[in-house]
């Protein structure tokens, strides 16, 4: 079946560090990617998505390549900032049986110190 | 543009009682997608409902069940509630097999 794996959190670092949260995955075919945050108390934001190999994601600084050979999509950040601290989920979503379901990995709690 | 709504926000129920969660889908989306996340852990799919029928089951048990309505609002029902249970549920909208807008999910508690 299809599965995530992201590095275990929580993640620190002081405010203007490198980011960088690891994302393999498992899937049949060629899913689609994505990263999603969640803020304390809120629902699930889209952050960023690639639908094929060597796709790269891109939103507010925040980037992922689309790494088939590897089956990664690892997130990066040049410079990190408080207001960024929150859970960040890798997920894909193939096409199966089950509908258009998202399949999440665990999530990573990313805490930024000033 | 309204986004995902989802109501209500909390809830607390006892072991063995029924509950139903609603969802108001984002204009112009035809499909939910419910989803269950426990404490500490990723969400996990439950069901998704396409133009009022279902499209699609995760691992879940008969007792967690759905409808979808012409609006394209939707209802999560689970019977025989059990302390595992206990979870943040996610609703989440899309306009066929597009990208998957969430609401702010209900905090469901079994006692």
């Known amino acids: 079946g299809n599965s995530v794996t992201q590095m275990e959190g929580p993640v620190t670092l002081s405010e203007e560090a490198f980011l960088t949260i690891n994302c393999t995955y498992t899937?049949?075919?060629?899913?689609?990617l994505f990263w999603y945050v969640q803020y304390p108390g809120e629902g699930l934001q889209l952050l960023l998505k690639?639908?094929?190999?060597?796709d790269k994601g891109s939103n507010k600084g925040f980037e992922a390549t689309y790494r088939k050979e590897t089956t990664s999509f690892h997130l990066e950040k040049g410079s990190v900032q408080v207001s960024d601290s929150a859970v960040y989920f890798c997920?894909?979503?193939?096409?199966?049986?089950?509908?258009?379901?998202?399949?999440f990995g665990g999530g990573t709690r990313l805490m930024v110190k000033p | 543009e309204t986004g995902v709504t989802q109501s209500p926000t909390h809830l607390i129920k006892t072991r063995g009682q029924q509950v139903t969660l609603r969802c108001s889908s984002q204009s112009g989306h035809n499909t939910v997608s419910w989803y269950q996340q426990a404490l500490g852990q990723g969400p996990q799919f439950i069901f998704q409902?396409?133009?009022?029928?279902?499209?699609g089951r995760g691992n879940f048990p008969p007792r967690f069940s759905g409808l979808q309505f012409p609006n394209y609002s939707s209802e999560l029902n689970v019977n025989a509630l059990e302390l595992d249970d206990s979870a943040l549920y996610l609703c989440?909208?899309?306009?066929?097999?597009?990208?998957?807008?969430f609401g702010p999910g209900t905090r469901l508690t079994v006692t």
């Open positions: 690639a639908t094929k190999a060597d």
């Open positions: 899937a049949t075919g060629y899913p689609s």
């Open positions: 409902y396409y133009r009022e029928e279902e499209n």
């Open positions: 997920a894909l979503r193939a096409r199966n049986n089950a509908g258009n379901m998202l399949t």
């Open positions: 989440a909208s899309s306009r066929d097999s597009y990208e998957q807008y």
